[in-house]
């Protein structure tokens, strides 16, 4: 038996109102998982999430691959900057990082600091054996229009064959 583990750290600047919308899909995202009664909600949450079916969640549920898991397999730390205008973001991840989801939350929750320029991070790819394709990373460009995303095997496919391929999620 291994253990694959993905994992990144990276940190971005943003809003106030940016950074509680992210504080609020974190908080949002532990209480779906444990199965627990989830906070209320602020109106500006509501408005970049709303529901798209019965479920009152399934706007925030969109965001993931399987919307029966919704999890980030992230932390969300940071908080007020020098600048009092701008918060610093720094999500990290050791074992389960999702980067498809994490880029469309900040996609969703930072528009304002998207529409000045893009937000980007890496992840890794480790195995805690020697197992062949167990290796490898990607990086994602999040803009306000689109999302960039690629993973070296991906990339490394597309390379040795010559190819060409889409990045966007």
């Given at each position: 038996?291994?253990?694959?583990?993905?994992?990144?750290?990276?940190?971005?600047?943003?809003?106030?109102?940016?950074?509680?919308?992210l504080?609020?899909?974190?908080?949002?995202?532990?209480?779906?998982?444990?199965?627990?009664?989830?906070?209320e909600?602020?109106?500006?949450?509501?408005?970049?999430?709303?529901?798209?079916?019965?479920?009152?969640?399934?706007?925030?549920?969109?965001?993931?691959?399987?919307?029966?898991?919704?999890?980030?397999?992230?932390?969300?730390?940071?908080?007020?900057?020098?600048?009092?205008?701008?918060?610093?973001?720094?999500?990290?991840?050791?074992?389960?990082?999702?980067?498809?989801?994490?880029?469309r939350?900040?996609?969703?929750c930072?528009?304002?600091?998207?529409?000045?320029?893009?937000?980007?991070?890496?992840?890794?790819?480790?195995?805690?054996?020697?197992?062949?394709?167990?290796?490898?990373?990607?990086?994602?460009?999040?803009?306000a229009?689109?999302?960039?995303?690629?993973?070296?095997?991906?990339?490394?496919?597309a390379?040795?064959?010559?190819?060409?391929?889409?990045r966007?999620?």
């Amino acid at each position: 038996m291994a253990d694959t583990y993905v994992q990144t750290c990276f940190a971005f600047d943003c809003t106030a109102s940016e950074w509680a919308l992210l504080q609020q899909a974190f908080l949002l995202s532990l209480d779906l998982n444990l199965e627990a009664e989830p906070e209320e909600m602020s109106s500006d949450f509501r408005a970049v999430f709303p529901p798209t079916g019965g479920d009152p969640w399934s706007g925030f549920r969109e965001l993931f691959d399987d919307p029966d898991y919704p999890d980030f397999g992230a932390d969300l730390a940071g908080g007020e900057t020098p600048d009092e205008a701008r918060w610093q973001a720094i999500i990290s991840a050791e074992v389960s990082f999702d980067p498809a989801a994490v880029s469309r939350l900040i996609q969703r929750c930072c528009a304002e600091t998207l529409s000045s320029g893009p937000i980007g991070f890496e992840w890794s790819i480790s195995c805690s054996r020697q197992r062949i394709d167990e290796f490898g990373g990607g990086w994602c460009a999040v803009f306000a229009d689109r999302i960039e995303l690629e993973g070296t095997h991906e990339a490394l496919r597309a390379a040795l064959l010559g190819e060409t391929h889409d990045r966007r999620v």
